[in-house]
């Protein structure tokens, strides 16, 4: 059997793992030079970054897994630390070192910049939701979920409205309180392991993409980098891309708005969706210069999160700011942008010297806008041996690096098993 991949992201690169190891001819198609996609590699101002920070966490089961199926080791390139939010001056959480369910309850009864009725709302919030077997209403939006439950201020503040922000990448009046349960179950209701953070030390296309992208060469597959499909269709009992083929199926594992080009007959699938932005800007300041932890979270400003590219990644002096989701700070040209946040962090890191260099990445169309009722295609076509993969297809998850991968992954069983 010889199978087509269209893409080469997390979802692309996790089906074109799979099928290589079960011993199919695999071919990658990429349209960019970098594999990776939403998650890959750049080089700005001498540095290999990313363009955008991204944080895993340790329930991200299946992309460790063929992390590890593909020798990218998750130990030496993620780091992991116990859930810990922080938000300097206002609130720290930090999960203890202990098993399911302690680690969370304790992380909350222990969280500083809450009051004991705020915390212990937080716990009968959480065991309330593990009652109903973590479903909500589908209607929902997150807002709406915490207003039904009455949840105070801060703990909204502190807590679940920026979880929803960094997990749904959707603020908290438009998100889907259903995701929000998915990715609460998985996480903070999960094991221990599972609420860990995981923070890259290395670049997004040398976590996965280029191990995956070296494993399925060895397997006798190939990765074509730099070659844009035109369009895919079917002669006979087989399929093409462009000239390529013919294929005894195929894996269209694009973003939705690449979709229409590659097969116009699926565009109406992903008419539904809208986007949602994410901003990272890398400011380069002298190399002692530090965050007090690899990652805080800012309130009050513009910036959500920041991240100490020195400590995770041995690029010292480079911090990383990031803010998800739609807001006002698009609207502000990018050098006042730029300027409000340093002095955002100059707020955090004391006598902080002006930056050497700046540079801002827009993602316009970072991931869907995950709101309630939204219908997500799932990976059958309904046309024989062509199937959909990518972090918009119908799952339990958000748009993030684990929806991907498990989309990828179910699409190589529907092509195993076809
Ligand atoms: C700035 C930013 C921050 C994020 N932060 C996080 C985070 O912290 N944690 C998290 O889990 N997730 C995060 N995400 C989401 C995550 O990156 C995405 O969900 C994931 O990378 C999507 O992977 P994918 O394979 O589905 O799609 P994509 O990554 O979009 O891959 C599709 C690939 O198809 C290629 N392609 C398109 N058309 C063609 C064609 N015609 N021919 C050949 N190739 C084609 C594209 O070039 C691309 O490489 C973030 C995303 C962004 C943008």
């Given at each position: 059997?010889?199978?087509?991949?269209?893409?080469?992201?997390?979802?692309?690169?996790?089906?074109?793992?799979?099928?290589?190891?079960?011993?199919?001819?695999?071919?990658?198609?990429?349209?960019?030079?970098?594999?990776?996609?939403?998650?890959?590699?750049?080089?700005?101002?001498?540095?290999?970054?990313?363009?955008?920070?991204?944080?895993?966490?340790?329930?991200?089961?299946?992309?460790?897994?063929?992390?590890?199926?593909?020798?990218?080791?998750?130990?030496?390139?993620?780091?992991?630390?116990?859930?810990?939010?922080?938000?300097?001056?206002?609130?720290?959480?930090?999960?203890?070192?202990?098993?399911?369910?302690?680690?969370?309850?304790?992380?909350?009864?222990?969280?500083?910049?809450?009051?004991?009725?705020?915390?212990?709302?937080?716990?009968?919030?959480?065991?309330?939701?593990?009652?109903?077997?973590?479903r909500v209403d589908p209607d929902l939006t997150v807002e709406a979920w915490l207003d039904r439950h009455r949840a105070p201020p801060r703990q909204r503040r502190f807590l679940w409205e920026p979880l929803c922000i960094a997990a749904l990448n959707t603020p908290a009046d438009r998100a889907s309180a259903q995701v929000m349960a998915n990715v609460l179950r998985d996480s903070l209701a999960g094991s221990r392991p599972a609420?860990?953070?995981?923070?890259?030390?290395?670049?997004?296309?040398?976590?996965?993409?280029?191990?995956?992208?070296?494993?399925?060469?060895?397997?006798?597959?190939?990765?074509?980098?730099?070659?844009?499909?035109?369009?895919?269709?079917?002669?006979?009992?087989?399929?093409?891309?462009?000239?390529?083929?013919?294929?005894?199926?195929?894996?269209?594992?694009?973003?939705?708005?690449?979709?229409?080009?590659?097969?116009?007959?699926?565009?109406?699938?992903?008419?539904?969706?809208?986007?949602?932005?994410?901003?990272?800007?890398?400011?380069?300041?002298?190399?002692?210069?530090?965050?007090?932890?690899?990652?805080?979270?800012?309130?009050?400003?513009?910036?959500?999160?920041?991240?100490?590219?020195?400590?995770?990644?041995?690029?010292?002096?480079?911090?990383?700011?990031?803010?998800?989701?739609?807001?006002?700070?698009?609207?502000?040209?990018?050098?006042?942008?730029?300027?409000?946040?340093?002095?955002?962090?100059?707020?955090?890191?004391?006598?902080?010297?002006?930056?050497?260099?700046?540079?801002?990445?827009?993602?316009?169309?970072?991931?869907?806008?995950?709101?309630?009722?939204?219908?997500?295609?799932?990976?059958?076509?309904?046309?024989?041996?062509?199937?959909?993969?990518?972090?918009?297809?119908?799952?339990?998850?958000?748009?993030?690096?684990?929806?991907?991968?498990?989309?990828?992954?179910?699409?190589?069983?529907?092509?195993?098993?076809?």
């Amino acid at each position: 059997m010889k199978v087509a991949v269209v893409g080469a992201g997390y979802a692309g690169l996790a089906a074109a793992v799979e099928l290589a190891a079960a011993s199919v001819r695999v071919e990658v198609f990429e349209a960019s030079r970098v594999p990776g996609g939403r998650a890959r590699a750049v080089e700005i101002d001498g540095f290999t970054v990313d363009n955008g920070q991204h944080i895993l966490v340790g329930a991200y089961s299946e992309t460790l897994r063929l992390m590890r199926a593909v020798g990218a080791d998750p130990e030496a390139l993620l780091r992991r630390t116990p859930l810990r939010f922080e938000f300097p001056g206002e609130f720290v959480m930090s999960a203890p070192r202990l098993p399911a369910p302690l680690h969370t309850a304790l992380a909350l009864l222990l969280a500083q910049g809450l009051d004991w009725r705020e915390k212990l709302a937080a716990i009968r919030l959480m065991r309330g939701l593990q009652a109903a077997g973590f479903r909500v209403d589908p209607d929902l939006t997150v807002e709406a979920w915490l207003d039904r439950h009455r949840a105070p201020p801060r703990q909204r503040r502190f807590l679940w409205e920026p979880l929803c922000i960094a997990a749904l990448n959707t603020p908290a009046d438009r998100a889907s309180a259903q995701v929000m349960a998915n990715v609460l179950r998985d996480s903070l209701a999960g094991s221990r392991p599972a609420s860990d953070m995981l923070l890259p030390q290395v670049d997004l296309s040398a976590l996965f993409p280029q191990p995956a992208a070296r494993f399925v060469e060895r397997q006798g597959g190939a990765v074509r980098l730099g070659q844009r499909i035109g369009g895919v269709r079917r002669e006979g009992r087989t399929w093409m891309a462009d000239s390529a083929g013919p294929f005894d199926q195929v894996v269209l594992a694009v973003a939705p708005y690449h979709l229409a080009a590659l097969a116009p007959e699926l565009a109406a699938r992903v008419a539904g969706f809208d986007w949602e932005p994410i901003v990272t800007s890398y400011f380069r300041y002298p190399p002692a210069v530090k965050l007090p932890q690899p990652m805080l979270g800012v309130d009050g400003g513009l910036t959500q999160w920041l991240f100490d590219r020195g400590t995770l990644c041995g690029q010292h002096g480079l911090i990383a700011a990031v803010i998800s989701a739609r807001g006002r700070h698009l609207d502000l040209p990018t050098t006042e942008l730029e300027a409000r946040i340093h002095g955002e962090i100059a707020a955090l890191v004391p006598a902080l010297p002006p930056p050497l260099a700046v540079q801002t990445i827009t993602e316009k169309r970072a991931t869907f806008a995950c709101v309630p009722g939204l219908q997500r295609p799932g990976t059958d076509t309904g046309l024989p041996g062509l199937w959909l993969a990518g972090d918009y297809v119908a799952g339990d998850y958000p748009a993030t690096l684990e929806g991907a991968v498990r989309s990828g992954v179910t699409a190589a069983r529907r092509v195993l098993a076809g």
